[in-house]
């Protein structure tokens, strides 16, 4: 099992990135997967999840309006579209998957988003 992010990297505040979360080792729509984040200092935090047939979404207050996860089943990828970012968006951001059946969790090695003022 495996899950691997990207797209992170250096934007200014008030500007988009689009992170994406590689999986592979199961079957993918049975894995509810979310985003969460680390900034240095802070405890790890939910950012947004969606369910395994991504009907279901939920977002952290913080991040509502601006940030839109979804995922392509048939690519076994999560995507978290993030836009209108700002300076305390600066983290590592990571995705997770958990088995609809047997609550077995994974997480990604995560992937850096700064935003610069």
């Known amino acids: 099992v495996q899950l691997v992010e990207s797209g992170g990297g250096l934007v200014q505040s008030g500007g988009s990135l689009r992170l994406s979360c590689a999986a592979s080792?199961?079957?993918?729509?049975?894995?509810?997967m979310s985003w969460h984040r680390q900034a240095p200092g802070k405890e790890r935090e939910f950012v947004a999840s969606?369910?395994?047939?991504?009907?279901?979404?939920n977002y952290a207050d913080s991040v509502k309006g601006r940030f839109t996860i979804s995922r392509d089943n048939a690519k076994n990828t999560v995507h978290l579209q993030m836009n209108s970012l700002k300076p305390e968006d600066t983290a590592v951001y990571y995705c997770?998957?958990?088995?609809?059946?047997?609550?077995?969790?994974?997480w990604g090695q995560g992937t850096q988003v700064t935003v610069s003022s």
């Open positions: 969606i369910s395994g047939g991504g009907g279901i979404t």
């Open positions: 080792g199961f079957t993918f729509s049975n894995i509810g």
């Open positions: 997770r998957g958990v088995a609809a059946f047997s609550n077995d969790e994974y």
